[in-house]
């Protein structure tokens, strides 16, 4: 089983268990970004210089930390669809993903592979600057999607159209509104769950836009928890331990929702789940 600092214990997870996770074939479609973390003294302002006391390199970016945070929850190896350029960079995150209990399922690109730069203060407050293309898996990449058909879920970060009509082969499929509109409204398909943030205009869907409408709408707000459709307001889990930054705490959330649905908990169990991993991700 795979562990890491910033995952949640499932211990007395109530309807649901770890053991409901354990079996559970999950993938991910969608993008990552190889990020370099800074801790600094103070987020950088015009004409200041700022000195980083620690720094750490991984693949990031909404698709990989779903797929890794995945593979913690259920102790399996998760399949992540995703492309990548033909360079050192991207050698290095299939070696990553890989140690991270990942399989990259990759359509490789004659591009660069996009990197991505977050700084982070003393306080948690973070800045993030990314380089480059975001590279997506599309449809007519080969990548062996018939494999989804035997999945219990799937979560989507980026993508064409065709390469979501791929991905509702899986009996539960979940996606982030960064998938954009246009793919959304052309794929023409019903999803389990659309989660997003509720305060990143880059994330907003407007209501009644999409046919079918979603079966649950998540706008996620943070602290304050969030807003389900249908359900109303939910709480925020509270930190196991203290803030370090927010990086990934809305990609882990969503890997807990599509998780719960996929194991066939309720909304409310599945959601519960969802805090707990962000609320761990936050004070990794």
């Known amino acids: 089983m ?21 079996t559970l074939k999950l993938a991910v479609v969608g993008h990552q970004e190889w990020v370099t973390f800074l801790e600094v003294d103070e987020l950088p302002s015009p004409g200041r210089i700022c000195r980083a006391s620690r720094n750490l390199d991984e693949p990031a970016g909404g698709g990989a930390v779903v797929a890794v945070q995945l593979a913690r929850l259920t102790g399996q190896r998760v399949p992540f669809f995703t492309a990548l350029g033909r360079d050192a960079i991207g050698k290095r995150s299939v070696e ?19 990197r991505g730069i977050s700084l982070v203060d003393p306080e948690g407050d973070r800045a993030i ?10 449809a007519e990449d080969n990548l062996g999607w018939e494999r989804l058909t035997d999945f219990d879920g799937v979560f989507v970060s980026a993508t064409d159209t065709g390469g979501l ?17 246009p793919v959304l409204q052309e794929a023409s398909l019903r999803l389990d769950a659309l989660i ?12 009644n836009c999409l046919n079918p409408e979603p079966a649950l709408r998540i706008a996620t707000e943070g602290e304050a928890g969030g807003v389900l459709r249908p359900g109303g307001r939910f709480k925020a889990e509270p930190l196991p331990a203290p803030l370090q ?39 990794r």
């Open 2 to 22: 795979l562990r890491s600092p910033c995952f949640p214990s499932l211990d007395a997870m109530s309807p649901g268990s770890a053991s409901d996770l354990n």
């Open 96 to 114: 990553r993903l890989w140690e991270l209990g990942v399989e990259p399922v990759v359509a490789w690109r004659d591009k660069p592979s996009r």
């Open 129 to 138: 600057t990314v380089i480059g293309e975001r590279l997506t898996p599309i």
């Open 165 to 181: 009509v791929h991905a509702r082969r899986a009996r539960v499929l979940t996606a982030t509104p960064r998938l954009g509109l």
């Open 196 to 207: 997003g943030s509720g305060m990143d205009p880059g994330e907003q869907i407007p209501e």
């Open 245 to 283: 930054e927010s990086y990934g705490c809305g990609d882990s959330f969503a890997a807990g929702v599509t998780a719960g649905l996929s194991a066939g908990w309720s909304v409310h169990d599945a959601v519960a789940l969802g805090a707990r991993c962000g609320a761990a991700c936050a004070t």
